[in-house]
């Protein structure tokens, strides 16, 4: 349906009090002019997103003007009252931003867009955006002036085609030689004046000799060591050595955001997050994957980012897409979910083109042996190729000799250190208990609980009382046993 204004996204809205001033009536040949009293009318307007249109064009408008511009906000009105008398029952004390600031924070720009006005001659540069916190699906066309300068410089590096002497082929340079590895005696200086520690350096060149030997391996150092930092300085290292990539970067969901933040802080790597809806990946794989020529082409003999970072979830979902990609480098946070020989992830894994893994886990290997044989043999699949072999020699790691042996096996392919071992600069813990009391608002809300008040609770919403008593009977459980 065509509409004048565009289309109604999403309402919020508040009552705003305007002052009306009637004009000042002008009386014929009299030197005195009469005014009358100001009113005072209060007009409830409305906080619109357009469909479309970024958060920067939201703004507010009254009822009647939405109507002359979209017939169907009718609904959209409705459905803003009934979620607003809801939400205003039990949590009319919290004040909330009518929506989340990062919505108008530039994340990275995708394309851009040129158009010169035949008359005047006048060019008008517009660029498609990417915001924080929104995924790909809801980028936006953007005037260069509402656009952040150094996210259009980064776009404008990031889109520099590399000349052919420097790109890297299709099929992948080819890796140092062994003899090319070289230790490096102290900490290179990272993006911000980032600097390993001594241990995390000790982490780096391991990680980095195992690779020159192309032996895939385990970092399996304890929880707060930094895992993170040395694979991502790791990854830089081999950048540095001339291979632009790609990487691969395989984690749990909740750590995505903390890898693309540490990518950030500590390198110059173009880091992606391959993640969302289709619409999102299909778009990303469009403005992210591959270079353009001058005539939007895209040129496939060589890969735009650095490094990829995705979740088990999207390996198992599009293994068929990141299989084309020739992985020069995988990393996998959590690695411990491969202990499962027969799971969905590994079955995608196998699919895709890794010429290097690395697995992180903080968790030490349990006795099961079955597990482990599972880990091993995703790393060297050659190597490990029989798991009955396998669990004969090391079944029930039973004698000293079963030890020992797997131990040697171990040693070549696994790092592990423990907080007491490497960090001595580290204070012993300290726990603080600091108590808050409870605003009066929270008290009576509180006491409601307590009392299972419905009525003041709902505050007369019949239906919203059917669905609070479970959740106020929960709490008064958990109340119960504070």
Same mark, same amino acid.
């Given at each position: ?37 100001? *009113? ?85 540069? +517009? ?45 992948? *340079? ?10 490096? !005696? ?10 390993? *520690? ?14 020159? +030997? ?41 750590? &995505? ?58 390996? &198992? ?59 091993? +043999? ?9 798991? !009955?072999?396998? &669990? ?60 299972? +008040? ?21 709490? &008064? ?6």
């Amino acid at each position: 349906m065509e509409v004048d204004a565009p289309a109604v996204e999403d309402v919020a809205g508040e009552v705003k009090t305007k002052e009306e001033v009637k004009e000042e009536e002008k009386v014929e040949e009299k030197p005195k002019k009469i005014k009358k009293p100001a *009113r005072t009318i209060e007009v409830e307007e409305y906080y619109v997103k357009y469909k479309n249109f970024s958060y920067l064009h939201c703004e507010w408008r009254t009822e009647e003007e939405l109507l002359r511009g979209d017939k169907r906000v009718t609904q959209k009105l409705k459905r803003f009252h009934q979620k607003r008398a809801q939400a205003a029952n039990m949590f009319e004390f919290l004040e909330e931003d009518l929506f989340n600031p990062d919505y108008v924070e530039v994340d990275r720009v995708l394309d851009k867009a040129e158009h010169t006005e035949g008359a005047t001659g006048k060019v008008t540069r +517009n660029f498609l955006v990417k915001w924080k916190a929104l995924p790909y699906e809801d980028a936006t066309w953007e005037l260069e002036e509402d656009v952040d300068p150094n996210k259009i410089k980064l776009y404008e590096e990031v889109n520099r085609i590399p000349p052919v002497k420097e790109r890297d082929p299709f099929k992948g *340079r080819k890796k140092p030689k062994a003899s090319d590895w070289k230790k490096l !005696e102290e900490s290179p200086v990272y993006l911000n004046g980032n600097t390993l *520690r001594e241990y995390q350096l000790e982490g780096l060149n391991w990680l980095s000799f195992s690779w020159f +030997n192309g032996r895939n391996c385990i970092l399996a150092d304890e929880m707060g060591l930094g895992k993170t930092i040395q694979s991502l300085t790791f990854i830089d290292s081999v950048h540095r050595v001339g291979i632009r990539g790609p990487f691969l970067v395989i984690a749990p969901l909740s750590t &995505i955001p903390n890898w693309q933040r540490e990518f950030e802080t500590w390198t110059n790597l173009n880091v992606i997050v391959y993640h969302g809806s289709n619409a999102s990946r299909t778009m990303l794989q469009e403005y992210e994957f591959f270079f353009k020529d001058s005539k939007g082409n895209m040129m496939k003999d060589i890969y735009k980012f650095n490094v990829l970072i995705t979740t088990f979830e999207m390996i &198992i979902t599009d293994c068929m897409e990141l299989r084309e990609v020739p992985w020069r480098l995988c990393v996998i946070d959590e690695a411990h979910r491969l202990k499962n020989k027969n799971c969905k992830l590994l079955e995608g894994l196998r699919l895709l083109q890794l010429e290097h893994r690395v697995l992180l886990s903080g968790t030490p290997l349990q006795n099961n042996i079955s597990e482990l044989y599972s880990l091993l +043999n995703f790393l060297e699949p050659t190597q490990f190729q029989s798991s !009955e072999e396998f &669990i004969r020699d090391f079944g029930d790691l039973k004698s000293d000799e079963q030890v020992t042996k797997l131990q040697a096996l171990l040693k070549p392919m696994m790092l592990r250190r423990l907080k007491e071992d490497v960090e001595k600069s580290l204070a012993p813990k300290e726990e603080t208990i600091v108590e808050v009391e409870l605003t009066n608002m929270q008290k009576k809300y509180y006491r409601g609980i307590l009392e299972r +008040n419905f009525s003041f609770l709902t505050k007369g919403n019949k239906t919203l009382r059917k669905h609070i008593f479970p959740f106020v009977s929960l709490l &008064i459980i958990f109340i119960s046993f504070d």
